[in-house]
């Protein structure tokens, strides 16, 4: 109970320096995710290279996290939160640096690299910390001020690298990014206090080699998917295959295992487990909407990439607002009169997104992603505070770092069947027209495949709704003794 009697200890802990600390380095970890999908058009123009190589950017980063992500539950027990904080940013420092000056795209691909260990790092540490010193019943507040981080930073992601493209280079993302990351290290340096002793467990290296090819195989083939290789393709096959079957022997070890790697008897607890699934549908929708409207804005609607980035801006700003409101309604209320409506309403605008065509207007589709956005804060951050309410405390490193894992796993799972949908709607559409040149006809074809795509995340969204009717409030009073 290493945790428990650490957050006793540490009754002379000062929350709010450390959640800012956090807070700051998050953002901004998470901000240049996105806003480097902006930016992808003039990488491809700039580096002279192909679109699917251009998407390694963001292959690469989400393999890095999907592999350091589940070794983080073991890293917690390991460092210190100063020692890991303080490394993290340190990654993200040098990672930006190196892609504010990268000459050609591998440098970019190894800046994002160096980048992703930074983030791995940090968004599991944060979780874990604010699980040891926020008491559960004022935990949904907290974890609100965190999502606003979480789902702020990707938001307005692309409108800043809009503005910041449309008069400097792509270079200047990573210029802006830097002396902020720096101001959060020096904040981190006199305000991060230790809020957990290392317990230093045995590392087991067959049980980080297995994860390891697990997720990243997982991750790997999902994206290569996506990315154009097709689903028929050996390669994602093999990488597929190969994931789960690692997956699978990494599940039996830990099982076995008296002092396991990442503990899953965390699948034990029913909550953990709906929240968890409920994280996953919203991960899985929220992302491939995200790759999806971009594209559809720019294609569809012959928006510049500025013009784009603005009118995603809303949604995310009234997400950023909503998700502390939300968290402070958990603690009211519990997550059922949050969560059931949320899925509602996120299975509509899925249903709205399903019926644009070349004609629609941008204001239908602010509002549809203001609707989505309210939908997702309503969903997240009162799930996952439920489901990880429900641990007891020594399982808090292992509970996030399967939240985190997955979250992951189910963005590049998401995002790739999204894509995937898009294209084969593309092709199937013009199968069926005699003109495949004439650029009306592309337009249509592309148009068809975003619906496609959105009538997935309709089934995902409803697959969902229907897991939220099992979700039942946490009592915390029993969880705090």
């Not at 997720?215 to 689903?231: D, K, L, P, Q, T």
């Not at 294609?299 to 995603?312: E, H, K, Y």
């Not at 405390?393 to 898009?422: F, H, K, R, W």
Request: with cysteine; hydrophobic share 55%.
């Amino acid at each position: 109970m290493s945790n428990q009697q650490n957050a006793a200890a540490n009754s002379n802990i000062k929350a709010l320096p450390i959640i800012t600390s956090f807070l700051i380095a998050g953002f901004i970890g998470l901000f240049s995710e996105t806003a480097l999908n902006m930016a992808l058009k003039d990488l491809i123009t700039g580096f002279g290279i192909h679109e699917t190589t251009a998407q390694w950017l963001t292959t690469g980063y989400l393999l890095t996290l999907g592999v350091l992500v589940p070794i983080s539950g073991l890293i917690l027990q390991w460092f210190t939160t100063r020692q890991l904080f303080m490394t993290s940013l340190v990654f993200s420092i040098i990672g930006t640096f190196i892609a504010a000056i990268a000459p050609t795209f591998s440098v970019l691909m190894i800046a994002r690299v160096v980048q992703a260990v930074g983030t791995a790092l940090l968004l599991p540490l944060m979780f874990n910390t604010i699980l040891v010193i926020i008491p559960p019943h004022k935990r949904g507040k907290s974890m609100g001020i965190i999502g606003l981080v979480i789902m702020f930073a990707p938001a307005v992601g692309p409108t800043v690298s809009g503005l910041i493209l449309k008069t400097l280079t792509w270079h200047w993302i990573f210029w802006i990014s830097l002396p902020l990351l720096i101001v959060a290290l020096v904040f981190g340096a006199f305000f991060m206090q230790n809020v957990t002793k290392p317990t230093k467990p045995k590392i087991d290296i067959f049980s980080i080699v297995l994860s390891t090819i697990g997720f990243g195989g997982i991750v790997y083939g999902f994206s290569s998917a996506g990315e154009g290789g097709g689903w028929g393709s050996s390669n994602v096959i093999f990488a597929i295959a190969i994931g789960v079957v690692a997956l699978v022997a990494f599940s039996i070890r830990q099982v076995k295992m008296d002092k396991p790697m990442l503990n899953l008897n965390a699948f034990k607890y029913p909550m953990f487990v709906i929240g968890l699934l409920l994280i996953l549908v919203c991960m899985m929708v929220m992302l491939s909407a995200m790759m999806i409207l971009p594209l559809y804005l720019q294609t569809s609607l012959a928006l510049s990439t500025f013009a784009a980035g603005l009118m995603l801006l809303p949604g995310g700003i009234i997400n950023g607002i909503l998700s502390p409101v939300m968290g402070g309604l958990f603690d009211r209320f519990g997550p059922k009169w949050l969560v059931i409506p949320g899925l509602v309403i996120v299975a509509g605008t899925m249903y709205g997104f399903s019926t644009v065509t070349l004609e629609t207007s941008t204001g239908f589709i602010v509002g549809l992603h203001i609707a989505l956005m309210v939908g997702i804060s309503m969903i997240m951050m009162p799930a996952q505070t439920n489901g990880l309410n429900q641990l007891p405390p020594e399982l808090y490193p292992d509970g996030t770092a399967i939240m985190n894992t997955l979250q992951q796993v189910a963005g590049a799972i998401g995002t790739a069947i999204g894509i995937s949908i898009l294209s084969s709607g593309s092709r199937s559409f013009l199968e069926t027209v005699s003109d495949q040149k004439d650029p009306l006809n592309q337009l249509l074809a592309f148009t068809n495949g975003v619906q496609h795509a959105f009538i997935f995340a309709i089934i995902v969204a409803v697959i969902g709704l229907v897991i939220s009717f099992f979700i039942k409030r946490v009592n915390v009073e029993q969880r705090a003794h």
